[in-house]
DNA sequence: AATATAGTGTGTATTTGTTACACTATTAAA
DNA sequence: TTTAATAGTGTAACAAATACACACTATATT
């Protein structure tokens, strides 16, 4: 069936917009292409999608090389596909997000690929000039993520397991890209009822030592059955 | 680049989930499809995606075909690679659905294409078995209209250009299969401030005349200035 | 002609959620 | 030990969502 219909084969992709959180404010990974077209650029990472291969096995496979983490939260964004997004051809591309805690990467990234000549993690609000339409499907990402936190609280994504209050307003202060009130935030969220206080603190980071939560992952699901995707199978 | 790569190789559909609303409910139209595999199931319009077409092109194509209509709200859903979700090898599909004005249809739609024996109007609580994955496919559009017309008054797309605030809400009702607050509602649908109050009043129907109104679009565009997508180019 | 019915139409009280706002306790660094 | 930075806490005003009860009218049935 694949080679009979020539008018109707498509190549395609898949791009992954990969964010994770450091130093108070959102990052994004990008590769330097090591190829043509817009070799020496930057770009999301992102490869062909096998014919033999499902959309959400070939994410798994982008975010595995790249991070060499499984079960990393995922979801499909969106599916592109402009006649003139590529310059050699029309290549349809579905776009992925995955949101990572980077605490959990080992070092630095290093790409297994070899269509890629390093891997960086930029700050959101100072991206370089992206090839293709990545640009476009970043913010299309962004977008979705500052919806979807409203309401479901998958910014615990991008946090390291054990998690203060503050780290957890700041977060959200990146993403939407305003500040909120301490006291209001820290009872919304203490009233969804989806933190565990532990008894451990925070020391060194501020003046003051500061309490830890967790999420509680029980009650957790319970509010929020949506079907999160994660990369482990 | 079309032929180099056959491993890269695929073909691609897009499945449309055409909504309209009449005698109270929701309907799906649903076609009788003529070929294998697959034939004489009922499943979703839908077509290939030429290699050198637009998937919005495709959908619209489709609409027109199915519809005779152009200028219809539509919008992309998700995208489906399952490697069994079609019998003789992966196809991926792009889901779209779309929300259409019954009354502005002349007839019945008469499919123009001919891998469909017939097209029929199905409400949505009563459903036939599906060919391929499309049960899913509607299953989670009504997911997505569902949450959107709670932020995004779209479900005006399937109202008439003149109508009544019972007639919005059954419509609500109908999408959320809940009763609702006659005026809790109402308050709430007035005060978004989109609605045009005009001076006709619906006759027949009801055993009282019933106030009509149309959606203020102008006001309709400034709050929700989400890039909404019609068919029309 | 009387009556039942289904639909339209309106206001208020209650609850719930959102926002605004200021001080003390603790720790680190000078 | 003094200074500066951050953690942590409660209350009042306001806005929004919800619950709730009744009056009116056109039509259909008897």
Known sequence: MQSNLPHLQSIFTTDCVIFGFREG???????E????PFKGWWALPGFFVEHNETIDDAVKRI???????RGIFMEQLYTFGDLKRHPQGRIITV??????????LKSQPEPVTDYARQAVWHPLNNLPDLAFDHRHIIDKSILKVRRKISYSPIAFELLPEKFTLTQLQQLYEAIWGRKLDKRNFRKKMLNYNILKELPEFQRGVSYRAARLYKLDKRKYAKVF?????????
């Open 95 to 104: 776009a992925y997000y995955a949101l990572l805690r980077l605490d959990d």
């Open 225 to 233: 059955q949506n079907e999160l995707t994660f990369s482990k199978d």
């Open 25 to 31: 404010e959102l990052k994004v990974l990008l590769i």
């Open 63 to 69: 975010l595995y090389e790249h991070t060499g983490l």
């Open 33 to 36: 292409r090591n190829e043509y």
